[in-house]
């Protein structure tokens, strides 16, 4: 292993070259693009074997990653915001088809109007697309996602979106343990399965009536539940291999005796990390939930989690107009008939809006005297 | 109870193909079994014309079958089944069953 300074996105492209991806499908796209860089030079130096497919867009580039994948290749590609946006035709074909392709996503805000800056909403706009979404707190989580990704997703025949945030993680350097490739082999074995046959010629996707589309979705939904347990068990087996422990679908950061609980995903778990522990060093019981798996996403871990708690707050960036924030949806769907809990969701850090920790602690005071407060929402930060 | 379906959706080629009455989009075919005394009364309800005798058995046209299960459905001998046209096992990639 070697500790190095490695941005987001070099971290997500190291990732790959250790996962030994051997197809590479990419269109440009800010703050995606450094990642498809570093892959590039690792290609020109002989230290990836990867067939790079230069797209003429995004929803192309999907379509080349798709096609790969079903001819049996491990598969790889990165993008975000409108990028993202224009794959979404594919990205529903690509999780109807079971292809575990696996994409890292920095996550940008979305037109209009135009925003090169972070924030969650564009991960948030492919909640139903049946792909696996997991987010990153940090770089070194970056690429051990990578990892995990392309197991999870192998195992459970589902796409995977690793998700991390434009330039607060694509464009920020951070110190990444990058493991041994011998290491990463035995961790990551890969057994081709190729759904297109010459010697067995099939339909792909052929059309499907009303006797079987919804045998279909079932086996799909099915297999998203079950990924679930997956994401836990890869997650167990990285942290016995390489000794760091990203927790599977959900964690509970100082929760044993919490009264406040702070739930949230993305780079806002490392901030809140600082601000639990100045809250617990002035003696108040607040606690952190990390969801690490927003699709699938686990409500019952959430709700166990949150049994105790008096107050819930629930940071959001993202918007999803006339019905609030997605993870607060989520966390008021899980706990609905089982919990009576207040739940303050706020929508912060839009487009790239700075949301720093001594308003994070803000928020969690606002959010306990207005507890009692029955709004659906808020914005804070305006 | 869902039915059991290859992982990734696909049917073998030729389920969906140009017929004369165009194209026919079929997901199942009937098979005639043992039981078939040649009665007919498949030939009489095929809404296709897609059944005929042929050399003393009901033969099925795969060009003009449209797999509506009609001629299964009326059969008085219980003779004919409906199998379908996705390709069986192949593509599937087990996982543990009956979990959520």
Redesign the interface.
């Given at each position: 292993m070697s500790l190095t300074l490695l941005t987001g996105s070099e971290a997500a492209a190291y990732g790959a070259m250790l996962a030994r991806i051997e197809v590479l499908a990419y269109y440009p796209i800010t703050p995606a693009f450094p990642a498809m860089e570093r892959m590039n030079k690792f290609i020109e130096d002989g230290e990836m074997n990867t067939r790079f497919i230069r797209a003429e867009g995004d929803h192309s580039a999907l379509a080349a990653a798709l096609g790969a994948s079903?001819a049996g290749s491990r598969t790889f590609t990165v993008t975000n915001s409108q990028g993202l946006l224009y794959m979404t035709e594919v990205a529903y074909h690509t999780a109807?088809?079971?292809?575990p392709v696996v994409m890292a996503v920095a996550n940008r805000a979305l037109s209009a109007p135009h925003s090169r800056f972070p924030e969650q909403g564009d991960a948030i706009s492919q909640d139903a697309s049946g792909w696996i979404q997991l987010f990153c707190e940090n770089n070194q989580e970056v690429l051990d996602t990578i990892l995990q990704a392309f197991k999870v997703g192998e195992?459970?025949?589902l796409p995977v979106m690793v998700n991390y945030e434009g330039y607060i993680q694509s464009h920020t350097q951070e110190e990444v343990d990058v493991p041994q490739l011998a290491k990463v082999d035995a961790f990551l074995p890969f057994t081709r399965?190729s759904?297109l046959d010459i010697n067995?010629?099939?339909?792909?996707?052929?059309?499907?009536?009303p006797?079987?589309y919804m045998?279909?979705k079932?086996?799909q939904n099915?297999?998203m539940?079950?990924a679930l347990?997956v994401i836990n068990n890869v997650a167990a087996e990285f942290s016995r291999d390489f000794g760091r422990d990203w927790s599977g679908v959900i964690e509970g950061y100082r929760m044993d005796d919490a009264d406040h609980a702070l739930v949230t995903m993305g780079s806002t778990v490392s901030d809140g990390r600082i601000v639990i522990d100045a809250l617990r060093a002035e003696g108040k019981k607040a606690g952190l939930v990390k969801i690490r798996s927003f699709r699938p996403f686990p409500a019952a871990a959430m709700r166990a989690m949150l049994k105790k708690v008096q107050y819930v707050t629930v940071i959001d960036k993202n918007i999803v107009f006339g019905s609030g924030g997605a993870l607060g949806n989520e966390t008021k769907a899980a706990l609905y008939g089982h919990l009576s809990i207040p739940v303050k969701n706020y929508i912060c850090g839009l487009g790239g809006r700075d949301f720093r920790p001594d308003e994070l602690k803000q928020v969690m005071a606002l959010s306990e005297e207005r507890a009692k407060q029955t709004t659906e929402y808020e914005w804070f930060g305006l | 109870m869902a039915k059991k379906l290859p992982i990734v959706p696909s049917a073998k080629a030729g389920s969906m193909a140009e017929a004369p009455s165009g194209i026919i989009w079929r997901e199942q075919h009937p098979v005639i079994g043992d039981k078939c005394n040649q009665c007919l009364e498949c030939i009489m309800f095929c809404p296709e014309g897609a059944l005929k005798l042929e050399n003393g058995k009901v033969a099925v046209s795969l060009e003009l079958c449209n797999g509506c299960g009609t001629c299964a459905f009326e059969c008085p001998q219980k003779a004919i089944t409906m199998v379908l046209e996705f390709s069986g096992d192949r593509g599937i990639f087990p996982l543990k069953e009956g979990k959520s």
């Open positions: 079903l109807g088809l079971r292809q195992t459970c025949r399965v759904a067995n010629p099939q339909g792909i996707n052929t059309v499907t009536s006797d079987l045998d279909y079932y086996h099915d297999a539940s079950q347990e | -």
